[in-house]
């Protein structure tokens, strides 16, 4: 049971661009979410996180948006840059487990 | 600050071969410890979660074991390898929200 998705494996986007990553969960427990960022043969790295009692946290070009309602996340990039391509997580949290979706491969188009 | 380190970084091991990995953080305590896979295309798979000595949670029925024999460290075994465990294994420690992950070890089982 996959209680939390990336629908969009890939995404190309033009550098100065805005990047928008997708995220849906199903398990109206989880209390907080987080985006990492991942490179080939690496751990992912954590970009940026919100907690269940908000809408919206920004930090500088990332910005992160929840609608509780519909069980909907969102990372947007703002401007795209050629270090932005990864591959990008979205996770959940419930008590001590973090759980993660499947992974968008992000491409940034010079 | 704080620190973890996992090894070794890639690991080639024949089938019905035993497999120990290892995973230690510097700079915190009492963390709660984390060992995901991530298989060829897919996502993050939550395989074990301790949060505490001795105190192992497994979320995936399979032929790994984990244990946590001190407060930082985590070791992912098995007994015999199969050709299904090959995979991208990563370490992550979390203390409040966030998890901070190890740089990975890359596991091909032939």
């Known amino acids: 049971d996959q209680q939390v998705k990336q629908n969009s494996p890939s995404l190309s986007v033009q550098e100065g661009r805005i990047s928008i990553l997708n995220c849906d969960y199903t398990?109206?427990?989880?209390?907080?979410f987080l985006w990492y960022k991942k490179y080939p043969a690496e751990g992912p790295t954590f970009l940026i996180s919100?907690?269940?009692?908000?809408d919206k946290n920004e930090d500088g070009r990332f910005t992160v948006f929840l609608n509780k309602s519909a069980k909907h996340l969102s990372l947007h990039i703002v401007p795209s840059q050629p270090g932005d391509s990864a591959v990008y997580f979205c996770?959940?949290?419930?008590?001590?487990?973090?759980?993660f979706g499947t992974g968008t491969r992000l491409t940034i188009i010079p | 600050s704080q620190t973890i380190h996992q090894w070794p970084a890639t690991l080639v091991q024949p089938v019905g071969s035993p497999l120990s990995l290892e995973c230690t953080v510097e700079?915190?305590?009492?963390?709660?410890l984390y060992w995901y896979r991530q298989a060829a295309g897919r996502g993050l798979q939550l395989l074990f979660y301790?949060?505490?000595?001795?105190?192992i949670s497994s979320e995936v029925p399979q032929n790994l074991s984990a244990s946590r024999p001190q407060d930082r460290q985590f070791i992912l075994s098995s007994k015999k390898l199969l050709l299904s465990d090959s995979g991208f294994y990563l370490c992550?420690?979390?203390?409040?929200?966030?998890?901070?992950f190890g740089q990975g070890t890359r596991l091909t089982v032939v």
């Open positions: 992550a420690w979390r203390k409040v929200t966030e998890a901070f």
């Open positions: 398990n109206s427990m989880f209390d907080y």
């Open positions: 919100i907690s269940s009692i908000k």
């Open positions: 996770a959940a949290r419930r008590n001590e487990k973090l759980t």
């Open positions: 700079g915190t305590s009492n963390p709660n």
């Open positions: 301790s949060v505490g000595i001795g105190q």
